[in-house]
């Protein structure tokens, strides 16, 4: 099990950029994929970015392609998801999980771990 807690996030003007941390302790974070969502008020966690627990495959929304970047160093333990281009449709509370085994999943039941999530809001 990894215990994970994000930060980095924000008030941030449109067009404007965050890179979001998500620190892990725990001596298996290595073998995590690990991903990226975002959840606004009374709708469900929504599928933002992926990498797998080598760092040698991401996947993205559509929505944030080109625009967000995903990476994750395993000797520092963190995940980290670079925001460039913001958007007022970007606001959210943004938290990171993961899951062992194989799999390549976007839906969040999928994921667990999840830390507190960082606010991010972005003004137009």
């Known amino acids: 099990q990894v215990q994970l807690v994000e930060s980095g996030g924000g008030l941030v003007q449109a067009g404007g950029s965050l890179r979001l941390s998500c620190a892990a302790s725990?001596?298996?974070?290595?073998?995590?994929?690990m991903g990226w969502f975002r959840q606004i008020p009374g709708k469900e966690r929504e599928f933002v970015a992926r990498v797998s627990a080598s760092g040698g495959s991401t996947h993205y929304a559509d929505f944030v392609k080109g625009r967000f970047t995903i990476s994750r160093d395993n000797a520092r333990n963190t995940v980290y998801l670079q925001m460039n281009s913001l958007k007022p449709e970007d606001t959210a509370v943004y938290s990171c999980g993961g899951y062992r085994g194989l799999g390549l999943f976007t839906t969040a039941r999928q994921y667990g771990n999840w830390g507190q999530g960082t606010q991010v809001t972005v003004s137009s």
């Open positions: 725990g001596r298996s974070f290595s073998s995590y994929t």
